[in-house]
Protein backbone atom coordinates (compact mmCIF):
# COMPACT_ATOMS: atom_id res chain seq x y z
CA UNK A 1 0.00 0.00 0.00
CA UNK A 2 1.61 3.26 -0.98
CA UNK A 3 1.80 5.90 1.71
CA UNK A 4 0.16 9.29 1.75
CA UNK A 5 2.85 12.11 3.22
CA UNK A 6 0.20 14.04 2.35
CA UNK A 7 -2.55 13.12 3.50
CA UNK A 8 -0.81 12.04 6.98
CA UNK A 9 -0.10 15.52 7.28
CA UNK A 10 -3.36 16.67 6.68
CA UNK A 11 -5.29 13.98 9.15
CA UNK A 12 -2.35 15.23 11.87
CA UNK A 13 -3.39 18.59 11.62
CA UNK A 14 -6.82 18.00 12.22
CA UNK A 15 -5.96 16.18 15.66
CA UNK A 16 -4.32 18.91 16.54
CA UNK A 17 -6.54 21.17 15.48
CA UNK A 18 -9.18 19.52 17.37
CA UNK A 19 -7.12 19.02 20.81
CA UNK A 20 -6.57 22.80 20.54
CA UNK A 21 -10.16 23.50 20.11
CA UNK A 22 -10.95 20.62 23.40
CA UNK A 23 -8.14 22.97 25.45
CA UNK A 24 -9.89 26.48 24.04
CA UNK A 25 -13.22 24.94 25.81
CA UNK A 26 -11.77 23.62 28.54
CA UNK A 27 -10.38 27.05 29.23
CA UNK A 28 -13.50 29.20 28.28
CA UNK A 29 -15.47 26.74 31.31
CA UNK A 30 -13.08 27.55 33.76
CA UNK A 31 -12.83 31.17 33.11
CA UNK A 32 -17.14 31.13 33.10
CA UNK A 33 -17.01 29.15 36.61
CA UNK A 34 -14.24 31.45 37.69
CA UNK A 35 -16.62 34.04 37.09
CA UNK A 36 -19.68 32.79 38.20
CA UNK A 37 -18.20 32.04 41.71
CA UNK A 38 -16.79 35.92 41.28
CA UNK A 39 -20.31 37.28 41.00
CA UNK A 40 -21.84 35.03 43.27
CA UNK A 41 -19.50 36.24 46.02
CA UNK A 42 -20.21 39.67 45.01
CA UNK A 43 -24.02 39.00 45.35
CA UNK A 44 -23.52 37.33 48.87
CA UNK A 45 -21.07 40.40 49.82
CA UNK A 46 -23.54 42.65 48.74
CA UNK A 47 -26.82 40.95 50.59
CA UNK A 48 -25.11 41.04 53.67
CA UNK A 49 -24.35 44.39 53.39
CA UNK A 50 -27.73 45.25 52.34
CA UNK A 51 -29.23 43.01 55.34
CA UNK A 52 -26.63 44.73 57.65
CA UNK A 53 -27.80 48.31 56.29
CA UNK A 54 -31.47 47.26 57.16
CA UNK A 55 -30.52 46.60 60.43
CA UNK A 56 -28.72 49.73 61.30
CA UNK A 57 -31.73 51.13 59.91
CA UNK A 58 -34.48 49.23 62.07
CA UNK A 59 -32.06 50.38 65.43
CA UNK A 60 -31.79 53.87 64.07
CA UNK A 61 -35.70 54.49 64.23
CA UNK A 62 -36.07 52.78 67.56
CA UNK A 63 -33.71 54.97 68.90
CA UNK A 64 -35.17 57.74 67.95
CA UNK A 65 -38.08 57.01 69.49
CA UNK A 66 -36.71 56.92 72.86
CA UNK A 67 -33.51 59.69 72.75
CA UNK A 68 -31.94 62.98 71.18
CA UNK A 69 -31.09 62.95 67.47
CA UNK A 70 -27.38 63.33 69.41
CA UNK A 71 -27.79 60.28 71.55
CA UNK A 72 -28.69 58.04 68.80
CA UNK A 73 -25.09 58.88 67.03
CA UNK A 74 -23.27 58.29 70.11
CA UNK A 75 -25.11 55.11 70.92
CA UNK A 76 -24.63 53.61 67.44
CA UNK A 77 -21.22 54.56 67.60
CA UNK A 78 -20.89 51.88 69.99
CA UNK A 79 -22.17 48.97 67.63
CA UNK A 80 -26.20 46.73 67.36
CA UNK A 81 -25.45 45.31 71.21
CA UNK A 82 -25.09 48.80 72.58
CA UNK A 83 -28.11 49.72 70.61
CA UNK A 84 -29.98 47.03 71.59
CA UNK A 85 -29.41 47.33 74.93
CA UNK A 86 -30.08 51.04 74.76
CA UNK A 87 -33.93 50.40 73.64
CA UNK A 88 -34.52 48.13 76.38
CA UNK A 89 -33.30 50.43 78.67
CA UNK A 90 -35.58 53.38 76.97
CA UNK A 91 -38.87 50.80 76.92
CA UNK A 92 -37.88 50.87 80.80
CA UNK A 93 -38.02 54.29 81.16
CA UNK A 94 -41.18 55.03 79.31
CA UNK A 95 -43.09 51.90 81.69
CA UNK A 96 -41.95 54.36 84.60
CA UNK A 97 -43.54 57.25 82.80
CA UNK A 98 -39.77 59.00 82.50
CA UNK A 99 -38.02 60.62 79.50
CA UNK A 100 -35.41 58.13 78.33
CA UNK A 101 -33.13 60.70 77.34
CA UNK A 102 -32.72 62.76 80.15
CA UNK A 103 -31.59 59.35 82.21
CA UNK A 104 -28.70 58.67 79.25
CA UNK A 105 -25.34 60.21 79.53
CA UNK A 106 -23.34 61.23 76.86
CA UNK A 107 -19.33 60.06 77.93
CA UNK A 108 -16.58 61.16 75.72
CA UNK A 109 -14.64 58.04 76.04
CA UNK A 110 -15.07 56.05 73.09
CA UNK A 111 -16.79 52.20 73.74
CA UNK A 112 -15.76 49.16 71.97
CA UNK A 113 -18.44 47.66 70.21
CA UNK A 114 -19.89 44.35 72.03
CA UNK A 115 -21.51 42.30 69.48
CA UNK A 116 -24.41 41.25 71.54
CA UNK A 117 -27.39 39.90 69.57
CA UNK A 118 -30.30 39.56 72.24
CA UNK A 119 -31.25 41.82 74.92
CA UNK A 120 -34.56 41.29 76.97
CA UNK A 121 -36.66 43.45 79.08
CA UNK A 122 -36.08 44.24 82.43
CA UNK A 123 -32.26 42.73 81.73
CA UNK A 124 -28.92 43.52 80.98
CA UNK A 125 -27.12 41.63 78.56
CA UNK A 126 -23.69 39.55 79.70
CA UNK A 127 -21.57 40.72 77.25
CA UNK A 128 -22.25 44.57 77.76
CA UNK A 129 -22.75 43.88 81.61
CA UNK A 130 -19.03 42.76 81.35
CA UNK A 131 -17.82 46.10 79.34
CA UNK A 132 -19.49 47.64 81.99
CA UNK A 133 -18.96 51.63 81.04
CA UNK A 134 -21.79 51.83 78.72
CA UNK A 135 -24.54 50.81 80.86
CA UNK A 136 -22.80 52.94 83.38
CA UNK A 137 -24.48 55.68 80.69
CA UNK A 138 -27.81 54.94 82.05
CA UNK A 139 -28.90 56.15 85.38
CA UNK A 140 -29.92 53.49 87.62
CA UNK A 141 -34.06 53.37 88.83
CA UNK A 142 -34.24 51.19 91.53
CA UNK A 143 -34.11 47.68 91.84
CA UNK A 144 -38.30 47.16 92.11
CA UNK A 145 -38.66 49.48 89.07
CA UNK A 146 -36.32 47.23 87.18
CA UNK A 147 -37.59 43.89 87.64
CA UNK A 148 -41.07 45.42 86.12
CA UNK A 149 -42.46 42.55 84.02
CA UNK A 150 -43.20 42.31 80.77
CA UNK A 151 -46.84 42.39 81.53
CA UNK A 152 -46.73 45.75 83.38
CA UNK A 153 -44.69 47.51 80.83
CA UNK A 154 -47.31 46.60 78.06
CA UNK A 155 -50.63 47.58 80.52
CA UNK A 156 -48.55 51.03 80.63
CA UNK A 157 -48.62 50.93 76.68
CA UNK A 158 -52.11 50.52 76.97
CA UNK A 159 -52.81 53.19 79.84
CA UNK A 160 -50.73 55.64 77.13
CA UNK A 161 -53.01 54.39 74.43
CA UNK A 162 -56.44 55.53 76.55
CA UNK A 163 -54.43 59.07 77.50
CA UNK A 164 -53.77 59.76 73.91
CA UNK A 165 -57.40 59.90 73.08
CA UNK A 166 -57.67 61.12 69.34
CA UNK A 167 -54.48 63.31 69.66
CA UNK A 168 -52.97 61.91 65.92
CA UNK A 169 -49.02 62.77 67.15
CA UNK A 170 -49.65 60.98 70.46
CA UNK A 171 -51.04 57.77 68.98
CA UNK A 172 -48.06 57.58 66.31
CA UNK A 173 -45.71 57.51 69.16
CA UNK A 174 -48.01 55.40 71.24
CA UNK A 175 -47.98 53.20 68.02
CA UNK A 176 -43.90 52.97 67.35
CA UNK A 177 -43.28 52.10 71.46
CA UNK A 178 -45.61 49.39 70.81
CA UNK A 179 -44.30 48.32 67.86
CA UNK A 180 -41.19 48.01 69.67
CA UNK A 181 -42.71 46.60 72.45
CA UNK A 182 -43.71 43.44 70.97
CA UNK A 183 -40.63 42.89 69.12
CA UNK A 184 -38.93 42.62 72.04
CA UNK A 185 -42.00 40.47 73.68
CA UNK A 186 -41.45 37.68 70.64
CA UNK A 187 -37.58 38.10 71.42
CA UNK A 188 -37.92 37.42 74.64
CA UNK A 189 -40.63 34.46 74.56
CA UNK A 190 -38.96 32.92 71.87
CA UNK A 191 -35.70 32.54 73.82
CA UNK A 192 -37.56 31.59 76.67
CA UNK A 193 -38.77 28.68 75.18
CA UNK A 194 -35.78 27.59 73.36
CA UNK A 195 -34.34 27.47 77.33
CA UNK A 196 -37.46 25.85 78.65
CA UNK A 197 -39.44 24.06 75.76
CA UNK A 198 -42.24 23.29 78.17
CA UNK A 199 -42.38 27.17 79.26
CA UNK A 200 -46.08 28.85 77.91
CA UNK A 201 -47.44 30.81 80.68
CA UNK A 202 -46.15 34.50 80.15
CA UNK A 203 -48.86 36.13 82.43
CA UNK A 204 -50.21 35.93 86.04
CA UNK A 205 -53.67 35.58 85.93
CA UNK A 206 -54.20 39.29 87.24
CA UNK A 207 -52.30 40.32 84.52
CA UNK A 208 -54.23 38.53 82.22
CA UNK A 209 -57.45 39.99 83.19
CA UNK A 210 -56.00 43.45 83.72
CA UNK A 211 -54.42 43.46 79.96
CA UNK A 212 -58.23 41.93 78.74
CA UNK A 213 -59.93 44.61 80.85
CA UNK A 214 -57.49 47.44 79.09
CA UNK A 215 -58.80 45.71 75.50
CA UNK A 216 -61.92 45.84 76.35
CA UNK A 217 -62.03 49.58 77.10
CA UNK A 218 -59.60 50.81 74.14
CA UNK A 219 -62.62 48.65 71.79
CA UNK A 220 -64.91 50.83 73.82
CA UNK A 221 -63.68 53.74 73.01
CA UNK A 222 -63.02 52.97 69.35
CA UNK A 223 -66.60 52.36 69.24
CA UNK A 224 -67.25 56.09 70.87
CA UNK A 225 -68.33 54.78 73.89
CA UNK A 226 -67.24 56.93 76.47
CA UNK A 227 -65.67 55.29 79.26
CA UNK A 228 -63.47 56.75 82.57
CA UNK A 229 -60.18 56.68 83.45
CA UNK A 230 -60.88 53.18 85.30
CA UNK A 231 -62.50 51.57 82.20
CA UNK A 232 -65.21 52.43 84.06
CA UNK A 233 -69.34 53.36 81.98
CA UNK A 234 -70.83 56.42 83.62
CA UNK A 235 -75.18 56.28 84.47
CA UNK A 236 -75.81 58.80 81.27
CA UNK A 237 -73.48 56.23 78.80
CA UNK A 238 -75.36 53.14 81.03
CA UNK A 239 -78.34 54.58 79.84
CA UNK A 240 -77.57 55.17 76.30
CA UNK A 241 -76.06 51.60 76.23
CA UNK A 242 -79.83 50.12 77.38
CA UNK A 243 -81.40 48.24 74.51
CA UNK A 244 -78.38 48.08 71.92
CA UNK A 245 -75.86 45.44 71.73
CA UNK A 246 -73.04 47.90 71.34
CA UNK A 247 -71.29 46.56 74.62
CA UNK A 248 -71.25 42.92 72.84
CA UNK A 249 -70.10 44.42 69.84
CA UNK A 250 -67.28 46.14 71.54
CA UNK A 251 -66.12 43.29 73.27
CA UNK A 252 -65.94 41.04 70.09
CA UNK A 253 -63.69 43.86 68.49
CA UNK A 254 -61.60 43.46 71.46
CA UNK A 255 -61.13 39.41 71.28
CA UNK A 256 -60.38 40.19 68.10
CA UNK A 257 -57.74 42.67 68.84
CA UNK A 258 -56.42 40.46 71.40
CA UNK A 259 -55.79 37.51 69.35
CA UNK A 260 -53.95 39.68 66.59
CA UNK A 261 -51.70 40.91 69.96
CA UNK A 262 -51.04 37.49 70.88
CA UNK A 263 -50.66 36.12 67.51
CA UNK A 264 -47.90 38.81 67.18
CA UNK A 265 -46.67 38.08 71.01
CA UNK A 266 -46.04 35.11 73.17
CA UNK A 267 -48.24 33.42 71.85
CA UNK A 268 -49.91 32.49 75.35
CA UNK A 269 -52.26 29.28 75.15
CA UNK A 270 -53.99 30.59 78.09
CA UNK A 271 -54.39 34.04 76.85
CA UNK A 272 -55.95 32.42 74.18
CA UNK A 273 -58.46 30.23 76.14
CA UNK A 274 -59.28 34.43 77.55
CA UNK A 275 -60.00 35.30 73.83
CA UNK A 276 -62.36 32.22 72.90
CA UNK A 277 -64.34 32.61 76.67
CA UNK A 278 -64.61 36.36 75.47
CA UNK A 279 -65.57 35.42 72.03
CA UNK A 280 -68.01 32.84 72.96
CA UNK A 281 -69.83 34.74 75.88
CA UNK A 282 -69.68 37.92 73.82
CA UNK A 283 -71.42 35.57 70.98
CA UNK A 284 -74.26 34.50 73.39
CA UNK A 285 -74.84 37.49 74.33
CA UNK A 286 -75.47 38.76 70.55
CA UNK A 287 -77.99 35.76 70.15
CA UNK A 288 -80.04 36.59 73.53
CA UNK A 289 -80.20 40.20 71.77
CA UNK A 290 -81.04 39.18 68.82
CA UNK A 291 -83.85 37.01 70.10
CA UNK A 292 -85.09 39.80 72.68
CA UNK A 293 -85.18 41.96 69.59
CA UNK A 294 -87.04 40.34 66.88
CA UNK A 295 -90.37 42.23 68.28
CA UNK A 296 -88.85 45.39 67.09
CA UNK A 297 -87.47 44.29 63.24
CA UNK A 298 -88.34 46.44 60.96
CA UNK A 299 -89.61 44.78 57.33
CA UNK A 300 -86.17 46.47 55.58
CA UNK A 301 -84.45 43.88 58.08
CA UNK A 302 -86.02 40.52 56.59
CA UNK A 303 -84.68 39.04 53.54
CA UNK A 304 -86.46 36.35 51.49
CA UNK A 305 -82.94 34.03 50.90
CA UNK A 306 -79.47 33.97 52.58
CA UNK A 307 -78.37 35.32 49.36
CA UNK A 308 -80.84 38.65 49.70
CA UNK A 309 -79.28 38.95 53.35
CA UNK A 310 -75.02 38.61 52.12
CA UNK A 311 -75.94 41.25 49.24
CA UNK A 312 -78.06 43.66 51.95
CA UNK A 313 -74.42 43.31 54.33
CA UNK A 314 -71.78 43.48 51.26
CA UNK A 315 -69.45 47.27 51.77
CA UNK A 316 -72.44 50.17 51.14
CA UNK A 317 -75.34 47.79 52.14
CA UNK A 318 -78.53 48.35 54.30
CA UNK A 319 -77.11 45.84 57.05
CA UNK A 320 -74.22 46.69 58.90
CA UNK A 321 -72.42 44.81 62.19
CA UNK A 322 -74.35 44.88 64.91
CA UNK A 323 -77.52 44.60 63.28
CA UNK A 324 -80.33 41.99 63.95
CA UNK A 325 -81.63 40.71 60.63
CA UNK A 326 -84.27 38.23 59.56
CA UNK A 327 -84.09 35.88 56.99
CA UNK A 328 -86.27 33.14 55.19
CA UNK A 329 -84.40 29.38 55.12
CA UNK A 330 -85.48 27.20 52.73
CA UNK A 331 -88.13 24.24 52.87
CA UNK A 332 -86.29 21.06 52.60
CA UNK A 333 -88.10 17.45 52.66
CA UNK A 334 -88.42 17.11 56.35
CA UNK A 335 -89.72 20.71 56.95
CA UNK A 336 -91.62 23.80 55.34
CA UNK A 337 -89.97 27.15 55.24
CA UNK A 338 -89.24 28.98 58.57
CA UNK A 339 -87.85 32.21 59.04
CA UNK A 340 -84.66 32.61 61.54
CA UNK A 341 -83.38 35.98 63.11
CA UNK A 342 -79.45 36.64 63.79
CA UNK A 343 -76.60 38.95 64.43
CA UNK A 344 -74.44 40.50 61.91
CA UNK A 345 -71.02 40.70 62.83
CA UNK A 346 -68.60 41.13 59.51
CA UNK A 347 -66.71 38.88 57.89
CA UNK A 348 -63.19 40.15 59.54
CA UNK A 349 -64.33 37.78 62.70
CA UNK A 350 -63.85 34.67 60.31
CA UNK A 351 -60.59 35.47 59.92
CA UNK A 352 -59.36 36.52 62.91
CA UNK A 353 -61.46 34.60 65.46
CA UNK A 354 -62.93 31.64 63.51
CA UNK A 355 -66.80 33.28 63.90
CA UNK A 356 -69.33 32.60 61.10
CA UNK A 357 -69.91 36.16 59.83
CA UNK A 358 -74.13 35.52 60.01
CA UNK A 359 -74.68 34.55 64.08
CA UNK A 360 -78.39 32.78 64.00
CA UNK A 361 -79.75 32.66 66.92
CA UNK A 362 -83.46 31.37 66.95
CA UNK A 363 -86.34 29.75 64.75
CA UNK A 364 -89.31 32.40 64.42
CA UNK A 365 -91.36 29.61 62.91
CA UNK A 366 -92.73 29.70 58.77
CA UNK A 367 -95.78 31.68 59.85
CA UNK A 368 -93.78 34.66 61.23
CA UNK A 369 -94.62 38.45 60.44
CA UNK A 370 -92.86 41.57 61.57
CA UNK A 371 -94.25 43.96 63.83
CA UNK A 372 -91.96 46.44 64.45
CA UNK A 373 -92.49 49.93 62.56
CA UNK A 374 -90.87 50.52 59.22
Known sequence: MAFSLQGFGAGFASRVSSRMDEERVKEDRAKE???DLATKQRLATQGKRNKEKALMSDLTENLAVFYTPEQVEDILSNGKGAAKHAITMGAGYSAEGMDPSEYYSMPNNAIVDTGADVVQIGEISREIEKQGSFSGRFKPIGTTK???TLASYELSLLN???DAGNDPEKLAAVEEKERIFIDLQQ???EATRKVTPEKDTFYTPTEREA???KYITLAQNAMDIET???GELGAG???KLTGTNKLSMANLLAAKQLKVNNDLGVKEPAMYGEITALAANTIDSLQQYAARSVSKITRDRVFASKEELEVASAAG?????GDVYVFLHPATVEKPAYYIAGTFISKAYETSLGLESFQNAINLGPNWIPTGAN
Open 160 to 162: MRL
Open 317 to 321: GTIKP
Open 237 to 239: VQA
Open 228 to 230: GSM
Open 33 to 35: KAE
Open 146 to 148: QDK
Open 187 to 189: TKA
Open 211 to 213: KKL
